[in-house]
Structures are given as structure tokens and as C-alpha cells.
């Protein structure tokens, strides 16, 4: 059954530099990387080495805690380096891809006879069960552990996120196969939620439940909608996936091909022609932002979005997870007197000397700046504004910070993940990093209750 979501709780950030609904081939990039750190708490055992030659969807390395989990190639070609770091961990595979693709033949699949058990093995041996993420902890699924659920949020709300219907139009057929087989895999339902104002192409696939989503950021996070549609509880488990990393596996079920490809939105008041590109996982970066044009030159890469994605420099690849690249100003001035007179250009909760609240639909061109430093929590009650999940979030992040897992447990820790954190974040006036404390405490309770 069916479940409309609103939200009150919450703030949408505007930003210059929205993606045009048009979609442009991205220069082929010449070296793929594939990134360990992208997998939280994956320590990674190599299985291609240096040198060695691959097809797309060979694995590249495997889960040292659990061998059956394969992180495959995103294209053929020679595996040129290892990167390593500190204590010689691995930063990454990079693949010096080949001008004519090759792929590793998985075999077309016809879901609607399969097995559970032979969807889960034919994901793990080809790489695809990474896509798979669970609640709690928000990492890699265990094959061995069903979830009561599974949910895909297929409307993000993020700061100039890609519009999934637009990016998944055409593409009916590979996401039907996708949760055809994952709906095997649960016990429950397969909980889909869409713009309740756009045109999702998951309207009318069968083997879901959709839910209509309304209201500010962040209720386009899975994590409200798990907490809206069925909350977690001590001892269950739900998986999460997103839509574009839904294709990958239709596809492979079709076909028999890990493709990698990714429709990517090129976004942020720095880029001249912001708008989609077609690429694939792990591309050079500077292969999407050069292609778009950049209006400055002391800029900031995220791979992601503002909120949550990966600061890289325009010679960094695009993460494993992520759908949208985005570019703004560096913030490395300073302005004189900044705490102490109107601001009329800056987005906050406060009315205090601000005045966004005046103009809900102006867009700002806003750079990485934090306009002021790091300081002991203050309480100012501005968390619970934007926070839309019955939990006290001043409360959880300082039972993290202080390592108090009892109090975690009671105050909904199974509930969330970093990114549910990054609106209190953005707004917090003692500038905490509030998803790194979040994350921290994930990785404490995963260590010390499993």
C-alpha cells in the first residue's frame, strides 16, 4: 500500500547553476579509478594487479572480511597503478582504459525464474552487490542477512541534485528487471519514492510499493523515508540503492554486461553551461567539468553535492555513488565586519541580520566559506528546524561524541546515516562537523554491537 510523505521540517538551499535538461557524451577520459574509501569500512584485497589486463566487470579486488564481495572494473583495459598511502593502503585502481570496450559475459538472466539464492549469487559474482547498501550503519549489505524492506529514493532534494526523472527516462525496462529482483531478495516491499509533482518512469512498474514525496530538503533522504514508511528497530535490517545504480543491475540482468555508464548533471555558479553528461563510474573528472566550462579559477570540484559529496580537484575521479558533479567558488576571503551587518546574500534559518527568509525563491551563488570557526555546541534549538525524523539531534551527536553507546542505542542511532546530518551542518553556528561525528559513532556501534 501506498504512503504520501510530507515534510514541514526542513530547508531547501537554491542555488545558481541548475542543470538544463539536456544530455551531451562526456569526453572519454583515459583513466578510470576505482576508489576503496568510496566503500566504508571495505579493506580491500587485490585481485587484479598491476599490469594485469581486464575486461568491464572484472573484479579489481575483494572484501577481506567477505571474499564473495567483488568491486569490479568499470572498463576494459590495463591496470596502470596502484595508489597507495600511509601504511601502504590502497586510494586506488586506476585503469587505463581501452579505445574498443570489452565486457565479461555474466550471461542474460530471466528474473521471473530465478531463485533468491541465484539472484544473490549472480550479484556477487559480478560485482554489482557493492550497489547494495544497508540500515543501520549505511555500508555495504551483507548477502547473509535479509532485510525486512528495501528502499530506492528516486527524488533528491540535495542542493542542485540530479533530476532522476529526467536522468531514468527510457530506461523502464532495466529498472523493471532490477526490482523484479530485488523483490525476491525481501521478505517486505520494495519501497520506491517519487516526486509527488514529476513523471517518474517507476509510476508503472510492478513489484513495488511507491510513495509520493512533498516538502522541503532533505525528504528526498532515504533515511526519512524509512523512518516514515517503516522504521528500524534494534536487530532489523533494510537496504537501501539508488535508481541510476538500479539500471547498472537491470541491465546486467539483460544482458549479461556490467556497463558502468552514468548520467551525470554538471552543476554550480562556476560551471558556464551546467547541464547532463553521459560518462561512466570512476571517469576523470576534469572529463565532465572542462566539457561544461568553468568562469573562474580558484574553484572547488565536489564530486556529489554541496552537502555531502567529495572534495576533489579537477584531476580526481568521480565517485563510486554519485550522479552529479558540482563546482563552486573557493571561500578564502574574508569579509570585514561580516558577523556584524545585514546580509542579504547568504541563506540561513536565523532572521537575525539575515534576510533570506524575505526571498523563499532566490537563488544564491554561495562559495565553500563557513563564515566562522569551529566552537563548543551552542544550543539554539535551529537543529530540530530542519531535522524531520522523530529523534533529538543535538542530543544523538553529543551521546557520538562523548562515545556513549547506550544512549546512542535510545536516542535512534539505528535510524540514520551521515547524511541525514548535513542539513544541521550546514546551519549548525558552532560549525561541528556533525556527519563525521555521525559517521564515528556508526563505526563505534558496528565495532562494539554488530
Not at 547473509?144 to 530506461?171: M, N, W
Not at 563510486?320 to 546580509?343: A, C, L, M, Q, R
Request: net charge negative; with cysteine.
Amino acid at each position: 500500500m501506498s504512503k504520501d510523505i510530507r515534510i514541514r521540517k526542513g530547508l531547501d538551499i537554491k542555488l545558481v547553476g541548475e542543470a538544463e535538461k539536456t544530455t551531451a557524451n562526456a569526453t572519454r577520459s583515459n583513466v578510470y579509478a576505482v576508489k576503496p574509501d568510496d566503500f566504508h569500512g571495505i579493506i580491500p584485497k587485490v585481485i587484479a594487479k598491476q599490469g594485469s589486463e581486464v575486461k568491464a566487470g572484472d573484479p579489481l579486488f575483494h572484501s577481506k572480511t567477505n571474499e564473495h564481495i567483488l568491486f569490479p572494473s568499470p572498463v576494459s583495459g590495463e591496470v596502470v597503478e596502484i595508489v597507495r598511502g600511509a601504511k601502504r593502503k590502497i586510494l586506488a585502481f586506476k585503469i587505463l582504459a581501452d579505445k574498443e570496450q570489452q565486457y565479461v559475459d555474466y550471461g542474460a538472466k530471466d528474473v521471473s525464474q530465478m531463485s533468491a539464492e541465484a539472484i544473490t549469487s549472480h550479484l556477487l559474482a559480478s560485482g554489482c552487490w557493492p550497489f547494495i547498501k544497508r540500515r543501520p550503519y549505511d555500508v555495504i549489505a551483507d548477502p547473509a542477512v535479509a532485510p525486512k524492506a528495501i528502499f530506492v529514493s528516486a527524488y533528491d532534494t540535495a542542493p542542485l541534485a540530479a533530476d532522476y526523472d529526467y536522468v531514468l527516462a527510457g530506461k523502464e525496462e532495466a529498472l523493471q528487471a532490477a526490482v523484479t529482483a530485488l523483490s525476491k531478495l525481501t521478505s517486505g516491499a520494495v519501497h520506491v519514492s517519487v516526486n509527488k509533482k514529476g513523471s517518474s518512469p517507476f509510476a508503472g512498474l510492478a513489484n513495488i510499493s511507491v510513495h509520493q514525496l512533498s516538502g522541503p530538503h532533505p525528504v528526498g533522504n532515504v533515511g526519512v523515508q524509512i523512518a516514515k514508511i517503516d522504521p528500524i528497530n534494534k536487530g532489523e535490517v533494510v537496504w537501501t540503492i539508488n535508481p541510476q545504480d538500479l539500471v547498472v543491475i537491470g541491465e546486467l540482468l539483460l544482458t549479461g554486461k556490467f556497463n558502468a555508464e552514468r548520467v551525470v548533471a554538471l552543476t554550480g555558479s562556476s560551471v558556464k553551461k551546467p547541464q547532463y553528461f553521459v560518462s561512466k563510474i570512476g571517469a576523470e573528472v576534469s572529463s565532465v567539468v572542462y566539457d561544461g566550462g568553468v568562469s573562474d579559477t580558484n574553484i572547488r570540484v565536489i564530486s556529489g553535492n554541496v552537502l555531502t559529496g567529495d572534495n576533489v580537484k579537477p584531476d580526481g575521479y568521480l565517485g563510486y555513488y554519485h550522479n552529479s558533479i558540482t563546482v563552486i567558488p573557493e571561500g578564502d576571503d574574508y569579509e570585514f565586519f561580516g558577523w556584524n551587518k545585514p546580509i542579504f546574500n547568504k541563506i540561513s534559518p536565523s532572521r537575525a541580520l539575515t534576510f533570506s527568509w524575505l526571498f523563499p525563491k532566490k537563488k544564491y551563488d554561495l562559495n565553500t566559506n563557513t563564515n566562522g570557526e569551529h566552537r563548543a555546541f551552542v544550543v539554539t534549538g535551529n537543529y530540530e528546524e530542519v531535522f524531520p525524523m522523530d529523534i533529538y539531534p543535538l542530543q544523538l551527536l553529543k551521546a557520538c561524541a562523548v562515545k556513549d553507546l547506550d544512549a546512542m542505542e535510545q536516542l535512534g542511532m539505528y535510524e540514520v546515516a551521515p547524511e541525514d546530518f548535513a542539513l544541521t551542518e550546514f546551519i549548525c553556528v558552532s560549525k561541528q562537523p556533525h556527519q563525521e561525528i555521525i559517521r564515528e559513532g556508526l563505526d563505534l556501534m558496528l565495532k562494539e554491537i554488530g
